[in-house]
């Protein structure tokens, strides 16, 4: 019996637990693009909201020349 309470105790805290720490803040990446080919991937990444998947968030900063 003692066992068994141990492992619902386990089991609870981690149920407990797990979801919190789960949760993560998204941050924001300042970048800078030109319109060129080499930052079609990550404004794509961007457009397909693969960066919030990955816990980032690009912040697009656009220059028209170096």
């Known amino acids: 019996m003692k066992r068994l309470s141990l492992w ?3 089991f609870a805290l981690m149920v407990w637990i797990v979801p919190a720490s789960a949760v993560a803040q998204v941050r924001e990446l300042g970048t800078a693009w030109q319109p060129e080919h ?8 961007n457009q397909k909201g693969w960066d ?3 816990g980032l968030q ?6 028209d020349s170096g």
């Open 8 to 10: 619902i105790l386990a």
């Open 38 to 45: 080499e930052t079609f991937i990550p404004w794509y990444a």
């Open 52 to 54: 919030k998947e990955e």
């Open 58 to 63: 690009f912040k697009l900063n656009y220059f």
